[in-house]
């Protein structure tokens, strides 16, 4: 699949691929693909064509990408839904939502997800820089993510039960795992916002940071994402990713397994 930049403007998106310079001057062994919501004037509000052209990346990404930073176009990372979409004005260029009652609504939803999903596959770190408002679809996205940087300015808030939804882009399973569930209840109900500094005391934010540092925190974060050899980053990233479902006795099997995986991976067969 190929990524046509009009189709992913249209969407309101962008996408930058670069291979930084290591301290010494020679190139990182892996890229960093920069996806940018691009819909400043509306707080990078979001549509299903932007989740379909999240997908898309996701689907096309060069084999060479093994960080992806998601990050907001302005002062926000994203308003969450587009709401033109619940009344009649409706957004240009995008059809109408389905009917939430319809049989085919579960299937659209799976579709939607799909532009969330890709971030956990363990060949690649996902990095959410957060800056401004996170809201709603904003925020699950940011929760998608493997990694959250939080500029001072940051503010989540789980706002769809506040419009008689609950939150179905990925985001409930991230959010229960890093906080628990009394607390992602509280979050969910209240639909309250959280600034950065709570955000890092729950661990929804890894680091917090001047606004004007974001860009730079994110960059030296993925260059040392990225001293790490791939195979072995991609092999640990799925070896951590299932120690919360397992008991010790599953895990120490699967770290056994996965070691044994990736030296065979990474030395090639015995010398007989
Ligand atoms: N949808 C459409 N337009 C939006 C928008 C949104 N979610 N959020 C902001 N905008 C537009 C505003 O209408 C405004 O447009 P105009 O300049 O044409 O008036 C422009 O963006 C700037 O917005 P504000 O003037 O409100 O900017 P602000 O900095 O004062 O406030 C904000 C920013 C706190 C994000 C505020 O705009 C806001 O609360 N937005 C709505 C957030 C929201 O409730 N989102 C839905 C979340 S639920 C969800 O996402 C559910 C789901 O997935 C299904």
Redesign the pocket.
């Known amino acids: 699949m190929t990524l046509d930049p009009a189709d992913l403007e249209l969407a309101g998106l962008r996408l930058d691929i670069d291979t930084p310079q290591r301290a010494d001057g020679t190139q990182a062994a892996g890229a960093v693909a920069t996806v940018t919501l691009s819909r400043p ?3 990078n ?2 549509t299903p064509s932007m989740w379909r052209g999240l997908a898309k990346i996701g689907s096309a990404l060069p084999p060479q990408v093994r960080v992806v930073v998601i990050r907001g176009e302005g ?2 990372f994203s ?6 979409l619940f009344s009649a004005e409706g957004v240009p260029a995008e059809g109408p939502l389905p009917d939430l009652r319809s049989d085919g609504f579960e299937a659209w939803i799976a579709d939607c997800q799909a532009g969330f999903r890709w971030l956990r596959r363990p060949d690649i770190v996902s990095i959410a820089a957060v800056r ?2 996170a ?4 925020f ?1 996205l940011a929760l998608s993510c493997d990694l959250r940087v939080f500029a001072e300015d940051a ?1 989540v ?1 789980m ?2 039960p ?2 008689g ?1 609950v ?3 990925t985001g409930t399973k991230p959010l229960v795992d890093i906080v628990g569930l009394p607390r992602a209840l509280e979050i969910c109900l209240t639909t309250r916002t959280l600034d950065a500094i709570e955000a890092r005391e729950l661990g929804l934010a890894e680091i917090v940071v001047p606004v004007d540092r974001l860009d730079e925190v994110v960059a030296d974060l993925s260059a040392a994402l990225l001293t790490t050899d791939a195979a072995t980053a991609r092999a640990t990233k799925k070896l951590l990713s299932m120690a919360a479902g397992n008991t010790l006795e599953e895990q120490a099997a699967a770290e056994r397994r996965i070691q044994t995986e990736l030296q065979r991976e990474r030395l090639g067969p015995l010398p007989s």
């Open positions: 004037r509306r707080r509000a979001m002062q926000s308003a969450g839904i587009d709401l033109r401004g408002h809201i709603g679809a904003g699950q503010k808030c706002k769809e506040a419009l939804l939150p179905d882009l």
